[in-house]
């Protein structure tokens, strides 16, 4: 006597358990995506887009007479930005080569009359006039040569009357106006250099194992449509402890109070930016988000 009852899968009993079966398996596996994702996956929505910012300054003083770009502008290396009065360095210029020129009548004097002597040797004149006569010649020469530097250095300072661009970018945060007077190594112009940017992305300390230098990364910039691609650079190998502060007798002093709940630390990521796509307009401070693709 057969006592199993065969399965009738068009009853109602047997679809409501398939049915049950089924949600159960799809929320189980849905808790697992969420998990991994969450928890494991390598992503994060805190990214900050950052840059390198050349800071423009004078390397001589003047008044501003000139500024010949604007706030936001994109310049080129080389481009000039700003003009100091050069009265000053032009006649320090002209001064300068007149010296030269002054020492260099003396120190062919010097020299002729220093070789006349050894021509004339000890038998006309004393060895103490050949030696002093060199001795003269010597001296001039080394005052030509000074006043050759001395020359040099006023047509550069001159030619630093004009500051240009260092790097390609755009000015950024320009609050200079003319007749401001600039003192040397015054910050005067900031900028951002286009080449330059790449993103900081700060990753849970429990996803790190799961990103490597060289990985390929997407990026999503908030507010901005098309996604970025770039790769992982490099990972921080430091973050600011702060039990590392010390107190009285310059011991450390450690935090007594310890919670149960631990959040995971945030550790940067250097993400090397691709190819920006047309019509991305790259912001130092731009969030983002960031998902590493792991290696295979």
Not at 100 to 115: D, F, L, P, S, W
Not at 258 to 268: E, M
Request: glycine share 8%.
């Amino acid at each position: 006597m057969n006592l199993m009852k065969p399965i009738d899968f068009h009853s109602e009993t047997t679809k409501r358990y398939a049915r049950t079966g089924l949600i159960v398996v799809l929320a189980a596996l849905s808790g697992w995506a969420l998990w991994y994702h969450y928890q494991l996956a390598p992503w994060t929505r805190n990214g900050r887009v950052r840059v390198q910012v050349a800071n423009v300054a004078p390397e001589i003083g003047g008044k501003i007479v000139g500024i010949m770009v604007r706030d936001n502008q994109r310049v080129k290396k080389g481009d000039p930005l700003f003009a100091l009065c050069d009265d000053d360095y032009r006649f320090a210029l002209a001064q300068a080569e007149a010296q030269v020129e002054a020492t260099g009548a003396e120190m062919e004097v010097q020299r002729e009359n220093a070789a006349r002597r050894e021509r004339i040797g000890p038998m006309a004149v004393s060895q103490e006039e050949i030696e002093t006569a060199s001795s003269a010649a010597v001296r001039a020469h080394a005052a030509h040569a000074a006043a050759v530097a001395a020359r040099d250095q006023a047509r550069l300072n001159l030619d630093r009357t004009v500051i240009s661009a260092p790097v390609d970018g755009y000015v950024t945060n320009l609050a200079m106006r003319i007749g401001d007077f600039a003192r040397p190594g015054e910050i005067k112009v900031s900028l951002v250099d286009e080449h330059s940017f790449w993103i900081s992305a700060y990753f849970e300390e429990t996803k790190l194992p799961r990103i490597h230098e060289g990985n390929r990364v997407r990026i999503r910039l908030m507010g901005v449509g098309p996604e970025l691609e770039g790769k992982v650079d490099s990972i921080s190998r430091g973050i600011a402890d702060a039990n590392t502060a010390t107190g009285a007798q310059n011991l450390p002093a450690v935090d007594p109070v310890f919670t149960w709940v631990r959040l995971a630390q945030r550790i940067p990521v250097r993400i090397e930016i691709g190819e920006v796509p047309e019509g991305v307009v790259l912001a130092a401070g731009q969030t983002c988000t960031v998902v590493v693709r792991p290696s295979r």
